[in-house]
């Protein structure tokens, strides 16, 4: 994968090194944090389609309970 095929929404903050980016690939989709651009996670398009309709419609799992440091598990 070449640096060209990543981009980066117009919400990142100036360009900076705290962004996803995403990049299509021949089997799917490719998604990487910025600050670590190294470490890609890749996913077929079917998955990464319900993800964003997901998100759009407000659905999805519940974010599991913050915790405290130090607070048992």
Not at 23 to 50: C, H, Y
Request: charged letters at 20%; proline letters at 7%; aromatic letters at 2%.
């Amino acid at each position: 994968m070449t640096e060209s095929n990543w981009q980066r929404s117009s919400f990142c903050g100036g360009g900076g090194n705290n962004c996803i980016e995403v990049s299509g690939t021949p089997s799917g989709v490719a998604l990487r944090e910025s600050e670590a651009p190294a470490e890609v996670l890749t996913t077929d398009r079917g998955v990464m389609q319900a993800l964003i309709l997901g998100v759009k419609a407000g659905s999805g799992p519940s974010p599991a309970p913050m915790r405290s440091v130090g607070q048992d598990r």
